[in-house]
């Protein structure tokens, strides 16, 4: 008896306060099949070194701004899309719904005349009624996701060409409408809008670890803190610099500034990621992904989770619909077709989010965005064939859901 | 156990329960004190599972009596029991392998603190954690870090924070199904070690189990049904398992509770 109490002194201590280093944490996740962003922050410094070698114009403040304009459209849609997949669901009409709702929005501001905010909001609420309708039919008819959405992937886009009629092509002039992505903040903006983000991460962390602290719980080496405060610092102020240099080659009107469009995509990741961490909305939506089951016995309503997310993830899909939209200065019967969907899914995934559901973040949707976007701008700018663009963007998308299903094996291994 | 001098927490009398043709349960009595573990055996079909998921009030029993703390209630949903302060923890146990132990211990049941007034709740990180602490510490529930995630834990530890997570609601009775099932011998250990903790802190405790070792090391009382009835009901300190194995399989020993174990 003895013998067995002083086990238990033992172990209440060691599950007592205890400090781990990043570099423990970082190999305890890889032993445990839980790796997320890492391989993908490789991935990309390793296609910019290798297009940087190849051509010196791909680091340049010019190609890395558009690049960022570029995968704002499929960088939102892909939001909705890591949403979707943290369920374990999955939705096949994200393209066509982005493209459908661009056209309600392009044919209510030009031919019908509305003012362009109005236009803009009728997309968005299509977007969130279509969802509305295909998550009803998942769950309350018990349809798999992939079949409810490739049908209606096929039938947004009739609807998408139905709405358009004869036209074909819708060019946007309306100045709300045109200027979503193509309006450049002023230089002083940007720098604003940099520093409260970092002001309000700071602010943050040093809270929270002093509520942990407050509380008698456990905290993270001061050094992490600073680590990561000086990593994330460094990120957004070297974004916004690169930004706020004159990018015009050939100087004589200066382009400068951060443009709205890549606001609207890291608002947009920022504001989902704090839903899905820090609510209990998006708690739900991890437990539901990560087990229904037990989700359902701990009370919470499944079925109505499921269809908010679906809600939202059309949503977005309008909504990088009309980004796309604005940006090209109109919409046409391909608007969200081609690659759109595939583009957008492949970035949820490749940027770590399993398609197994319950496990994933919002940033993944930039981090994959940015290597799809980064290996398609690069090879335009080494003018290779499309073809060649498009075997490389598979071969990534195969390595990172290789690697996510070799994770989850290795993650079954140690849970027997 | 002076278990006689005090009442019992739950009760259940002469409950009957049939599907179809098949009585699972016939007249069936049940009784469990405070500061109690019950070894609830029987061969395959004896009626365990129905008697449990009656007592969690996933079965409505066709006849019988359902007295909890002297009183009769009606429990016609698993809520009704858990709101009395019965939880049943079942094999599978219901845990999501992707979130940590604390967002396990608080699912669906989330502290949230206001952010934006009337707007915006957050969950409380801080306060969850600081609760599952001093909780976890009571239990001496042996994990890495409250932080971990399901999947990295082993099948004791998992087994442990899913009995956690049933009695921190101020459990009054817990039924755990087949606790040890899948564990080693250290990890039976372990959660043998919480169901005596349980016991110290005034729970009642029910464990089936096919592994009568680890019920004769766990329970006070074992409580035998056979093709649906209940049996035999042993004081697991003046009881041998030869007994209890004859009264499992319905072997003829004589008199029962003093046969020695040259008997059979």
Redesign the interface.
Known sequence: MDDRTQKRQTAASQTATREESIWTRVVGRLGHGDIGSLPVLLGLVLIAIVFQIANPNFLTPLNLTNLMVQISAVGTIAVGVVLILLLGEIDLSVGAVSGFAAAIMAVLSVKVGLPGYLAILAGVVAGALIGLFQGWWITKLHVPSFVVTLAGSLGWQGALLWVLGSTGTINLNDGLIVGLANTRLPVWAGWMVGGVVVVFFVVNSVMQRSRRAHSGLPIQPSTSLIFRTVLISAVVLITVGIMSVNRNPRQDIPIMGVPTGVIILLAIIMLFNFVTVRTQFGRSVFAVGGSAEAARRAGISVDKIRIVVFVLGSTLAAVGGILAGSRLFAVNQSSGGGDVLLNAIAAAVIGGTSLFGGRGSTWSALLGALVIGSIANGMDLLAFASSVRFMVTGAVLLLAVTLDSYTRARREQLGS | MNTTQRAPILELHGISKRFGAVEALSSVDFEVYPSEVIGLVGDNGAGKSTLVKVISGTYRPDAGEYVFEGKRVAITRPNDAANLGIQTVYQ????????DVV?NLY????R?RTLLPGI????DE??M??MA?SF??EL?V?????RS?I??LSGGQRQSVAVARAVMWNSKVVLLDEPTAALGVEQTQQVK?LIHRLREKGLGVVVISHNLADVFDVADRIIVLRLGRRVATFDTHVTNHEQVVSAITGAEFGDGATTDTSAG
């Open positions: 599978d146990l219901a845990l999501c392998d992707n979130l967002a699912l669906g049941r989330e949230k915006v709740k957050i969950i801080v306060e954690e600081r602490q976890v510490r001496h042996r994990i890495p870090s409250l995630r999947a990295t070690e």
